[in-house]
């Protein structure tokens, strides 16, 4: 059994395009221990290998080459070419893993070496769909969503005659606010098949990894589902389920292995419901996109919300569905909330290539990557957040949200510093982040025992020593000045001891 630590530290990988770096022969199985050892150092708690399971390969031709999709080709990978393109992996076959990584076989040996190195292996669990074309149409079509002729007629680009009779018509997979995926085949939520056949397959799933990652979590909630399909569930008259997918299918996982994590990939403000349905985890794009707009004010506010729900988030900035955060922030402003997402509580989640500086977001339906310079500035800021925020007391440790102050009556800069606290027995760590364009200056009240007049506070981020006095931080609070985009990370022993300890 694997015990997920407290605020771990998640980094995404795409599992297609990562295995190629090794070499064209290379499996699972093959990859260098040393790999491994690197992600353990790095303080890397889950490793989510995106893209594992076998797509079908029959529905490239028809649906991988639409005009939107060649322009984000184009975009990515200058010279690629039609070989490249390898199909979404959302648009799976059946849950068997690519031969492109190996066989399953070689999947249980990485894991087993993870493992091995106090690292949980994360998959993806696609609940919504299948392939357009998966073979599971012709041996367990009743756990798709079907129609009939004139449905189809009317919508045929939401709807599209099954590949095992042209007679049937099956329903593409979608998210209500878009177009359907058309290289997919939507499941059917109100079919107790398709409920048992997905538990089912989640509770294989536990002997091949430690956890899931559930994509687009919320479509397959009762009342989404219905108001996404309303016309076919009513001409076929479909019920509405007395309980939630989610909540029979985690509960039945949880039975056979209750350190099995689930991750929601979800929106709409429903992180709460799906929390509270089982989910050990679920997406923070509300702070995403707070960080994205500059909003410090609703940064602030969001970061009030409950201790439970706030250690059920996950924290991102960039993943493989989002643009590269040092395009979407700029270079500062994104080392800027890398410091933010790496120090509140839930899992901080990385996305492989953004500790590098990378900056092409590729399409998930190309299997070769371009080339791309490092930037070894960024680099070498993730390498000391990563042996900064690896100690102990940002994972056990107490958080809590600071408030700033003004430092004059005229100066409202305090507004653009964003700060809090962790503290584990002796050991004090103030986080303050200026998230403004400009020079920002506050003070900062907190709880301090010393027995001396003056403290020694260590800004482990830029290895600077200051010493301050005791009276001033508890009767005005430490003053604070910081430039655009810049952070502190002071680390304070209270013992007087030692205050190296990181």
Same mark, same amino acid.
């Given at each position: 059994m694997m015990k997920?630590?407290? $605020?771990? !530290?998640?980094?995404?990988? $795409?599992? !297609?395009?990562?295995i190629r770096r090794f070499g064209q022969d290379f499996t699972l199985a093959s990859v260098p221990d040393d790999q491994i050892t690197r992600w353990k150092e790095l303080g890397f708690d889950m490793i989510w290998l995106m893209g594992v399971w076998d797509n079908n390969k029959d529905v490239i031709n028809e649906y991988c080459f639409e005009p939107e999709l060649i322009s984000s080709y184009n975009s990515a990978l200058k010279d690629w070419h039609k070989d490249d393109v390898i199909g979404s992996p959302y648009s799976i076959d059946r849950y068997e893993i690519n031969p492109l990584l190996g066989t399953r076989e070689d999947l249980l040996s990485f894991k087993k070496r993870l493992n091995n190195a106090g690292i949980s292996l994360i998959l993806d669990f696609v609940c919504n769909h299948f392939s357009a074309k998966s073979s599971l149409i012709w041996s367990n079509k009743e756990i798709f969503l079907t129609a009939d002729e004139f449905i189809f007629k009317n919508d045929p680009y939401t709807f599209y005659p099954s590949p095992a009779n042209s007679k049937e018509y099956l329903a593409h997979g979608r998210d209500p606010l878009f177009p359907p995926w058309k290289d997919t085949a939507q499941i059917n939520f109100y079919s107790r098949e398709a409920r048992n056949y997905l538990t089912s397959v989640l509770i294989d799933l536990t002997d091949l990894c430690d956890g899931v990652r559930c994509d687009m979590a919320m479509l397959p909630l009762n009342n989404i589902f219905y108001n996404t399909w309303i016309g076919v569930l009513?001409?076929?008259g479909f019920e509405k389920p007395e309980k939630e997918f989610w909540e029979e299918a985690i509960s039945q996982v949880k039975i056979k292995r209750d350190d099995f994590i689930f991750i929601a990939e979800t929106y709409w403000d429903l992180e709460w419901q799906l929390q509270n349905l089982g989910f050990d985890f679920t997406y923070d794009k509300r702070l995403t996109d707070r960080l994205a707009?500059?909003?410090?004010?609703?940064?602030?506010?969001?970061?009030?919300?409950?201790?439970v729900y706030q250690e059920k988030s996950v924290r991102f900035l960039e993943n493989h569905d989002e643009d590269r955060a040092i395009v979407k922030l700029g270079r500062e402003r994104s080392i800027a909330a890398a410091v933010v997402i790496s120090t509140i509580p839930g899992i901080t989640f990385y996305f492989d290539g953004q500790c590098e500086g990378k900056k092409i977001k590729l399409p998930v339906q190309l299997g070769r990557e371009p080339e791309e310079k490092q930037d070894e500035k960024i680099k070498e800021f993730y390498r000391n957040l990563f042996r900064i925020t690896k100690a102990d007391i940002f994972r056990n440790g107490t958080w809590k949200l600071l408030e700033t102050s003004p430092v004059a009556d005229s100066d409202l800069s305090y507004e653009n510093l964003l700060a809090w606290e962790w503290r584990l027995g002796n050991e004090l760590r103030i986080v303050v982040v200026n998230y403004y364009h400009s020079t920002s200056r506050c003070r900062l009240k907190f709880n301090i025992q010393s027995k001396s007049d003056d403290i020694v506070l260590i800004d482990l981020l830029n290895n600077v020593t200051y010493k301050r006095s005791v009276k001033e931080i508890s009767e005005k609070g430490l003053f604070v000045e910081l430039k655009t985009f810049n952070s502190h990370i002071f680390s304070f022993n209270e013992t007087g001891s030692d205050q190296t300890v990181l």
């Open positions: 997920i630590c407290s $605020n771990p !530290r998640l980094l995404e990988i $795409n599992a !297609r395009i990562w009513k001409k076929y707009a500059g909003a410090i004010h609703s940064i602030k506010e969001h970061l009030q919300a409950e201790k």
